[in-house]
């Protein structure tokens, strides 16, 4: 990295060419992402050469994930992009609901075994209907007055003031378990609900959220961010001590979430002051802790260039793997800093995510990005050559270009490009 005394003359985010170059990495996404789509319905996984594999079934996160992606691409104008986001809406106002208990599974329940009911892929399916309803998409406010609905009754408690985790078949039984990433979506979904249903209320429940994932349980660990709890929010720093590589609750602290939650924050801020609020100061001076906390712990601690997954308890690499999705965040959060407080170092770390990924994950013979890569930037054996999501990447292309609020629907709706 360059010396931080040195300021890049020019801003990328202010420059014609940068933009143009986001909007086509941006659109070829979409055109790889396209194939993912099964005629039965809904979205599946796509392998590294962007086929759908022999026996592969709808995947309800990804379809959200489809639904929210395919939605903003819509009212950015990119033709067929409104027509696959109805197809995902299609599918989870049917093919992907529990039509017997009510709420939706994690994939096709004609061949799903896992009938818990899951908070985290409950807010995708969500965010796909909040953006599908900002881009007019047929289908899309009844699916979103659905799920909220279930969200609010199910997930949200009023008086942890976050949402619980996850129910046994049938909702029979709550999980003994609190987890941060779910929240940490939560925030995301907050943020998209308060200004889709111009409900500002969520975002109060936002700011709770974040108050004690962050504030109180973060920052005491020097902004690494514990995201296991008990039922009761005891803190389980153990949870998963044998599984530093878990896909979606890993051991220890995950520095791309410290990116993903520092940039939210600034959305959180932004959302608060549009509406006439005033943010509380801890808010910002956090989520600056919480981006530098997570650049000292995950880039190249091991020697190797990029993001680790995964740091223990003393900032020391539990997981070595670089995932797509972290430097992603962390991009998206050095330009959210950048707007934020226009310093050099913001744009100097916003470049060279760029530039990492430029050379490490556009896969510019087959299409798409390389989604899991190991330490030796290789493709990830433990995962295989796999390319099942455009959501983190094709964000990354917008968020630069966007205001910090409103939130992510409404600010591609207003603005169009």
Known sequence: MADDRHSPARRWLDADTHHHWLTREGLGLLEFHRQARLSSGGFAPLDGDGRIPEGASADTMITGRMAHSYGLAAMQGVPGAAALAEHAIRALSGLLRDERDGGWLAGDPAVMEDRTKQCYL??????????????????????????????????????????????????????????????????????????????????????????????????????????????????????????PDHDFTPYGATPGHGFEWSRLMLHLEAALEMRGREAPAWLFADAAALFEASLRDGWAPDGAPG????????????????????????????????????????????????????????????????????????????????????????????????PLAPALAVAVARRGD
Not at 224 to 242: Q, Y
Not at 347 to 363: A, G, P, Q, S, V
Request: hydrophobic letters at 40%; a negative charge.
């Open 122 to 243: 409950h807010h995708f399916v969500a965010l796909g209907a909040a953006t599908a309803t900002q881009a007019g998409i047929p289908g899309a406010p009844r699916l979103l007055d659905e799920v909220v609905e279930v969200i609010e009754t199910r997930f949200w408690s009023e008086n942890e003031q976050a949402f619980v985790e996850r129910y046994a078949q049938g909702w029979r039984e709550l999980a003994d378990y609190r987890g941060g990433n779910s929240n940490m979506h939560g925030v995301e979904l907050c943020l998209a609900l308060a200004d889709v249903r111009d409900e500002p209320y969520w975002l109060d429940r936002a700011l709770a959220i974040v108050e004690r994932l962050i504030h109180r349980h973060a920052a005491p660990r020097d902004y690494r961010i514990l995201e296991h709890f008990h039922g009761d929010w005891a803190e389980w720093p153990t949870f998963h001590a044998d599984e």
């Open 307 to 402: 993001l680790v997954y995964t740091v223990d308890w003393h900032g020391q690499p539990s997981s070595r793997r670089r995932r797509h999705w972290t430097h992603a965040e962390a991009l998206a959060a050095a330009g959210a800093f950048l707007q934020r407080t226009g310093e050099a170092h913001y744009e100097r770390w916003y470049r060279h995510l760029w530039d990492f990924i430029d050379t490490t994950f556009i896969d510019r013979k087959r299409g798409g990005w390389q989604q899991e890569l190991d330490h030796r930037l290789v493709i990830d054996p433990a995962q295989g050559d796999v390319k099942p999501d455009l959501y983190h990447a094709y964000q990354a292309t917008l968020l630069p270009r966007l």
